[in-house]
Structure formats: structure tokens, C-alpha cells
């Protein structure tokens, strides 16, 4: 009895020991991780349909940009150094290029590749310990979920970026939600401005809130700014949010804006790239005028619609689209007969272009 009293301490402590090295094991062969130059990506943690990014850097004021890649589609998601980023992709066959890029302070505008790796679509979720070569990685197709149900919901709610910016937006899930369902994003004009109550009142708004086929969001904007650096990161961040909370069809994710909006929506397809599947300006140009990166659109379609008396946004928004095309992009521009940019909305066929256009891309 002496002897068992005198011994159990250590056996106690031999089994946790035990057991600790038996859960770092089954983290290690739970998680896999590819490491190349600044670019560092994380699989096995996530959802299904995701992997996690991080870009390797001392310094955090550094501002990285990740591209994911697949026939001919473009992703971009902006990075906050040493911080590990939920990343959303679609299934398919086929690899994905993932590509981290480094902008310059001075000029946003100028970007330096600083890590690239292709991944195969159905990276598997057992590795070798915490370094694999991209290459190495063996590979197993996830299962996908079932479908969840959601509550219907109608309510502004309020999301904060990792830059510090918050952005209050109102939410539509419809009766009868699931997940899998499209997301449609709607920017509003400059009358709306910092009044949220406002923007629920709007005809957009209200016309998205009788659809039961898509979950909507209508961010409230402030001080006239859709176009700013931390406002479309938020923007951006605010989406991927709720593409993870209600597992949205990330190959179904649409922008409309109109006025000020319809400026904002431009900039945020021309920053993001494909990660959006259509998109609808309304009387407005790019917040370069009618200048915009043609061919930061081609992974996007575009539908822009300006009233028939609205002479200098149909120049704007013309010249835009013909530059889109003229690269090979899809796009199309229309204007909306006898309307003015005071009575396009009331007028607008909303029908035509959301449902029966918009949605159908």
C-alpha cells in the first residue's frame, strides 16, 4: 500500500504526459500546413470549402493581397500579416494557384509576388508535421454537408474589420433559407448616408426583402465613401463573414449599387475580381470617372443601366464598358428610357435585371 501511495503521483503524471503526446499527434495528422516564402496556408482547421492564409511578415503595418486562381476566375482577399484568414474556394476539378502579393505603401497600386503555390481542389487533411512540400501533400476529396436551415431574420447588425472599421448593414434571410443559398449586396447613394433607417426604406432594399431565392445585405455607408482602402477591406470582410455564416455558394456572390453606390460597386469588382459572379452599377461611373483596371473585370459579368437623361453618366459608363469588353470581358451597358437620375429608381425594372438577369449569372 506504501508503495502504491508513493508511485501514484508519478503515474498520474506519466499518463497526462501520455495523453498530451497522443493529441499532439492527432493535431499533427489533423492539420496540414504549406509553407512557401512569405505565404503560409493552413488545411484541416476550416469548413469544408475552406483553407486558412497567412502572410509571414515582422512588420504588421505591411499590406498583403492573396489571389486564388481557377479557370479564369480570380479571388482576392486582403491580409493582415501574422494572422491566419478564413479563405473560401469552390470545389471543382482542377488546381487552384495561390498567389500573395506585397503593396507598396507609397503606391497602392504596385503589388510584389512574394509566394505562389498551386494546391489541388481536394487537399487532404492528413500531412507530415508542421512543413510539407506543396507537392507532397497527399490528397482526399471532403465530403460536402448537408443543408441547414436558417431563421428568418430581418435586422441591422453591426460587423468590425481587423483594420478597425465598422460598418452597420441590414440583413435579410428569408423563410425557409438554407445554406448553399446566393448573396446579393446592395450600395446605396449619397442620400442615405449615415442613416440606416433610410436605407431600409429604399425601393432596393425593399424589393431584395421579398425575395425568399438569396440572402441580402445593405451595408449603411458614411461620409460619401464606398472607395477608400479600409472601407472596402470591411466591405469585403463583412461578406466573407456572412458567406461563413450561412455557407453561401461563394460561385453565387452579387453586387449591385446605385449613384454613389454604383461608384462603389465598380471599385469593389475592380478590387476583388471575380469573387463576385455579376454585377449591376446604376447611374454612376468608377470613382476615376469613366476610367477603371479592364482587366481586373473579366472574371465578372457586368450589367450597367443609367436613366436615358442622364447624359454624363451614360458617357461614364459606356466608355467603362467598352473598355471591359475590349479586353475580353463580359459586359453590357442600357439605359433605362425616359428616366432622370432623381426617377430611375422609383421606374427601374427591377425584375428584369435582378431576377431574370443578375441572379441568372
Not at 499590406?63 to 486582403?78: A, P, Q, T
Not at 454612376?284 to 476610367?291: A, D, L, M, V
Amino acid at each position: 500500500m506504501f508503495i502504491k501511495e508513493r508511485w501514484s503521483p508519478y503515474v498520474i503524471l506519466a499518463l497526462v504526459i501520455l495523453i498530451a503526446v497522443i493529441l499532439i499527434v492527432c493535431e499533427t495528422n489533423r492539420v496540414s500546413v504549406i509553407s512557401v516564402d512569405k505565404l503560409q496556408l493552413r488545411f484541416g482547421e476550416s469548413k469544408i470549402g475552406t483553407f486558412e492564409a497567412a502572410a509571414i511578415d515582422n512588420n504588421r503595418d505591411s499590406n498583403y493581397r492573396l489571389c486564388v486562381e481557377k479557370g479564369g476566375r480570380s479571388n482576392y482577399y486582403d491580409l493582415t500579416p501574422n494572422i491566419y484568414q478564413v479563405i473560401g474556394f469552390t470545389y471543382g476539378d482542377g488546381d487552384y494557384k495561390v498567389t500573395l502579393y506585397r503593396q507598396e505603401k507609397q503606391n497602392q497600386e504596385k503589388s510584389n509576388k512574394v509566394g505562389e503555390v498551386t494546391i489541388n481542389t481536394t487537399i487532404s487533411t492528413t500531412a507530415d508535421a508542421d512543413t510539407v512540400s506543396p507537392s507532397k501533400a497527399e490528397t482526399k476529396k471532403p465530403k460536402v454537408g448537408t443543408s441547414i436551415s436558417y431563421d428568418a431574420v430581418w435586422e441591422m447588425r453591426e460587423y468590425t474589420h481587423t483594420n478597425k472599421k465598422t460598418i452597420d448593414y441590414w440583413i435579410n434571410v428569408p423563410e425557409g433559407a438554407t445554406s448553399g443559398m446566393p448573396i446579393v449586396i446592395f450600395l446605396h447613394g449619397d442620400g442615405e448616408m449615415d442613416r440606416p433607417k433610410s436605407v431600409a426604406k429604399l425601393r432596393q432594399v425593399k424589393y431584395m426583402r421579398e425575395s425568399k431565392d438569396y440572402i441580402s445585405i445593405a451595408p449603411v455607408g458614411k461620409n460619401r465613401d464606398w472607395t477608400s482602402d479600409k472601407v472596402q477591406q470591411a466591405l469585403k470582410g463583412l461578406i466573407d463573414d456572412c458567406i461563413e455564416k450561412y455557407q453561401i455558394d461563394t460561385d453565387r456572390v452579387y453586387i449591385w449599387g446605385f449613384s454613389r453606390g454604383s461608384i462603389g460597386t465598380w471599385g469593389m469588382v475592380e478590387r476583388y475580381g471575380s469573387f463576385f459572379k455579376a454585377a449591376v452599377p446604376i447611374s454612376c461611373g468608377s470613382y476615376n470617372g469613366s476610367s477603371v483596371k479592364a482587366e481586373n473585370f473579366k472574371g465578372t459579368k457586368i450589367y450597367a443601366l443609367a436613366g436615358s437623361k442622364e447624359g454624363r453618366y451614360i458617357k461614364q459608363m459606356r466608355k467603362i464598358v467598352d473598355s471591359i469588353v475590349k479586353v475580353g470581358g463580359s459586359a453590357k451597358f442600357e439605359t433605362v428610357a425616359g428616366q432622370t437620375h432623381k426617377t430611375i429608381s422609383k421606374n427601374f425594372p427591377y425584375a428584369e435585371v435582378i431576377d431574370d438577369w443578375l441572379l441568372k449569372q
